[in-house]
């Protein structure tokens, strides 16, 4: 569970501090603040989470939150082989969970933490809700 990528949702629940998922969504990047885990989000999911944000919370000040949480992540570039990749794979409905998952793919990562688990029931990598993330890690650090 060393190295997830973290969907959209999750970053917005932490950003947006949306309830009930804020909590676990906090769990997670408090781990990363403090250097405990190395989390991975795409490139795509800032700009969306930027764009979602704005919208969302009204505020002229979304990149300053984003500017803020981008030193929590490292963040991997959406490039023309994961568009492709997930332009041509039918398994992925829905074409944003498809680049999160060649992305999750490309960075090597071990888990994909989303709240949206049943668009990636095809995903050949581990995918976890962020309380099933979290209570893992911690299990692992005992």
Same mark, same amino acid.
């Given at each position: 569970?060393? @190295?997830?990528? +973290?969907?959209?949702?999750? *970053?917005?629940?932490?950003? !947006?501090?949306?309830?009930?998922?804020?909590?676990?969504?906090? =769990?997670?990047?408090?781990? !990363?603040?403090? /250097?405990?885990?190395?989390?991975? +989000?795409?490139?795509?999911?800032? +700009?969306?989470?930027?764009?979602? $944000?704005?919208?969302? $919370?009204? @505020?002229?000040?979304?990149?300053?939150?984003?500017? #803020?949480? @981008?030193? $929590?992540?490292?963040?991997?570039?959406?490039?023309?082989?994961?568009?492709? $990749?997930?332009?041509? %794979?039918?398994?992925?409905?829905?074409?944003? %969970? /498809?680049? =999160?998952?060649?992305?999750?793919?490309?960075? =090597?990562?071990?888990?994909?933490?989303?709240?949206?688990?049943? %668009?990636?029931?095809?995903?050949? *990598?581990? +995918?976890?809700?962020?309380?099933?993330?979290?209570? #893992?890690?911690?299990?692992?650090? @005992?």
């Amino acid at each position: 569970m060393n @190295k997830p990528l +973290v969907d959209t949702n999750v *970053i917005l629940d932490l950003l !947006a501090k949306r309830e009930p998922f804020y909590s676990a969504s906090e =769990q997670i990047f408090s781990l !990363a603040d403090i /250097g405990d885990l190395e989390l991975i +989000v795409s490139t795509l999911s800032i +700009v969306n989470a930027h764009y979602i $944000l704005k919208e969302l $919370l009204k @505020k002229k000040n979304s990149r300053s939150i984003i500017r #803020k949480f @981008k030193v $929590l992540v490292e963040s991997v570039e959406l490039n023309d082989k994961i568009i492709e $990749l997930a332009l041509n %794979d039918l398994h992925f409905k829905d074409f944003e %969970d /498809g680049i =999160q998952f060649y992305t999750a793919l490309e960075a =090597q990562c071990t888990v994909i933490v989303t709240r949206n688990l049943k %668009d990636f029931k095809n995903s050949t *990598i581990p +995918v976890m809700s962020p309380k099933e993330f979290i209570t #893992k890690v911690k299990a692992e650090r @005992k």
